[in-house]
C-alpha cells in the first residue's frame, strides 16, 4: 500500500519562522524536533541558515541563523532514531560562509531556496553544501508564477550541475489547483531525471494537502509539511494529515498529536495563522501573501469585501 | 474555459444548521439568501423541512422545519434573479405530509437526503416531491461507509423510479481522498444516466473544496458548498472558494464576501466550525464526527493526543 521512496519533511520551526521572525523558544523547538524524530518523520527542519547581514539578531530570533551550535541545543539528549535535521538558505539572502565543514554539524540536509532568477546563486550553493559534506535540495518558490522557458532552463542546470537529492515545486502563493500540480510535476520529470521531485504546499485555497496527495500521485518522493499547518498566511500542508495519508508503519502520529496539543495550539493565541477570506482572495489571484498579511494585521480585518475591492482596484 | 451544466447550491442555513439547532436569526438568513442571489448562486438551501414529531420546536429553530409562511419572511422584498430555493428532507425524519403543493410555495427544489437502507422512503418522497410540482434531488449521505452492492441497487432504483435532477456522493464525514471520489463518480454514472451526479464534501481533512473539485473533474455537475465552510464539525466546502475556481461569469465572489465579513465571521464567536484535530481524526477512521464534536465541547478539548488514544482504544 505505501511507497518506501517517500520522504516527510516537517518543516515547521523553519516555515514557521516567517510569521514571528523565527521567534520559537528553544523548548518548543526541542519538543518539535523531538515529536518529528520519535514519529519517524524523515527530516525536520528546524530553521533558515540565512546572513546576519541581511537579517538583523536584533530583530529576528535564532532559527533566522540557524548556527549548529544553537541547533546542538536543540539535539542535546534527544534519540533522532532515523530522523535527519535541515536547515533552509535562500539564494539570496545567504552566503556559501555560512556553510561549515559537515562532519563537525548536527545538520544533515541544506535545502536551498530559490527563485528562478536566482539559480545561478542557487546551484553555487548546493554544490558547495555537498563538497563540504552535506545533503541538498534544490527548492524553487513561487513557482505559480514561473511559466516560461526559463524554468526548463533552470531544471536542467539543477539537473547537471547539482548532487541536489530532490527539486521542489513550492506553491509559495497557494494558487495552484490540481491540474496545475500534475503539470508541473511532469514538465519537471521532463528534466530531473537523477533527482526526486519534491512538493512544498500552500493552504490560501486549502488545498495544500490535497495538492501534496496530487503531487504523490504524481511521483513526487519528497513532501513538506508543518504542524497544524502552522506558517505564513494560511500556512502550509499539516505534517499530522500527510501522515494519516501515508500507510508507511513507520510513521506514528502520536507523539505529532502530543506536540500539537502542547506546544502549538497555545501559538494560536499569538499567531492567526489558517485560512482567511484575505489569504485566499491572494491565492486566487496569485499573489505574494503580503498585503493580505498586513490586511489581517489591520484594524479592518474582517471588512474582507473592501480587500476584495482593493486587490480589483490595485491589479485591475 | 467554464462548464455552463454546473449548478452550485449554498447550503449554508442548511447545513450549518446543524451547528445550532437551526437557529439562525431571520436577518443572516435575509441575508445570506440575498448574497447567493445576488452573487449568481444557481440553488439555495434555506433549511431542513423535517418533522415537528422528531424536533421538538421548543428545542431547534425555524430552520428545521422550513415552513413556506417562515421561507416568504426571508424571501419578502428580495429579488432572486435566476437564483431558486432549496430546502432538504431527511428520508427518515420528515413526512410526505409536508410536501404542499408547489405552485403555491416559494420552494423550488426539495434534495431528499437519505442513507442507503432508507432508499424506499427517500424515493418515495422524492416521487410525491415532483408530484407535487417540485424539482428533486436524491443525497446519499455517509457515502465512506457504503461499499457494498446495496450501493449499486440504491442507484438504479433512483435512476429508473425518481425524477431526481441529480444523485448526490455525500461524504459525510470528511474521510474521501481523491482516488476514492473518481472511484466513487465512476461508480455512480455506471448506473446515473439520466441525472446529474453532485458531490457534498466535508473538510474533516481539509479535503472537501479539493475533492468537490475533482468530482467537477470526473463530471460531477452539482457542487455544494457554504459561506466560509459553515457546517457541522470541521464545516463544509466554501462556497466562496467554488466560485473562486468556477470561471462561469456570471457568478460574482463580492456579495458572499460582504455577507460572510457582515454575518459570518461574527458567528465564530459562537460556533467552533474548521480544522481541528479531533475531526481530522474521525475523518481519517471514516466515523460520524459526533465522538469529536463531543470533545470539542469538553474541557479537554485541547488534549487531542487522548482523544486520539480514546480512539484507539474504543474501535480496536
Known amino acids: 500500500m505505501y511507497r518506501p521512496e517517500i520522504k516527510v519533511v516537517d518543516c515547521t520551526i523553519r516555515d514557521g519562522g516567517l510569521t514571528n521572525n523565527s521567534h520559537f523558544t528553544l523548548e518548543t523547538v526541542r519538543a518539535a524536533y523531538n515529536a518529528a ?14 546572513s546576519r547581514e541581511m537579517f538583523s539578531p536584533d530583530e529576528y530570533g535564532p532559527w533566522r541563523f540557524s548556527d549548529d551550535s544553537q541547533l546542538t541545543e536543540v539535539t542535546e539528549g534527544i534519540d533522532p532514531g532515523a530522523t535527519k535535521l535541515a536547515v533552509m538558505m535562500d539564494a539570496h539572502k545567504s552566503t556559501p560562509d555560512d556553510i561549515l565543514p559537515g562532519e563537525d554539524s548536527p545538520v544533515d540536509l541544506i535545502r536551498v531556496a530559490t527563485y528562478v532568477k536566482d539559480i545561478d546563486k542557487a546551484t553555487h550553493l548546493a554544490k558547495v553544501a555537498h563538497e563540504r559534506g552535506y545533503e541538498t535540495t534544490v527548492n524553487i518558490m513561487a513557482i505559480s508564477c514561473e511559466g516560461g522557458p526559463t524554468l526548463d532552463e533552470a531544471l536542467q542546470q539543477i539537473e547537471q550541475e547539482t548532487n541536489a537529492l530532490a527539486v521542489y515545486v513550492v506553491d509559495s502563493y497557494g494558487a495552484l489547483y490540481s491540474e496545475e500540480v500534475h503539470f508541473l510535476i511532469e514538465r519537471y520529470k521532463m528534466f530531473i531525471k537523477t533527482k526526486e521531485v519534491g512538493v512544498h504546499m500552500h493552504n490560501s485555497q486549502q488545498l495544500a494537502f490535497a495538492n501534496t496527495i496530487e503531487g504523490i500521485i504524481k511521483g513526487a518522493n519528497y513532501v513538506d509539511g508543518t504542524l497544524y499547518g502552522l506558517g505564513r498566511g494560511a500556512g502550509n500542508c ?15 502520529i502520536e507523539p505529532l498529536l502530543e506536540v500539537i496539543g502542547e506546544h502549538i495550539l497555545p501559538l ?40 476584495y475591492r482593493k486587490l480589483e482596484t490595485e491589479f485591475e
Not at 524524530?37 to 540565512?50: F, I, K, Q, S, T
Not at 498586513?294 to 480587500?307: C, P, T
Open 238 to 252: 499539516p505534517t499530522e494529515l500527510l501522515l494519516g495519508f501515508l500507510k508507511n508503519p513507520k510513521f506514528d
Open 268 to 307: 494560536q493565541k499569538e499567531i492567526d495563522w489558517g485560512y482567511h477570506i484575505p489569504y485566499m482572495l491572494t491565492g486566487i489571484r496569485n499573489l505574494h501573501p503580503q498585503a493580505a498579511i498586513e490586511w489581517m494585521n489591520s484594524e479592518q480585518k474582517d471588512n474582507v469585501a473592501a480587500f
Open 37 to 50: 524524530c520519535r514519529a519517524g518523520v524523515d527530516y525536520v527542519e528546524l530553521g533558515y541558515r540565512n
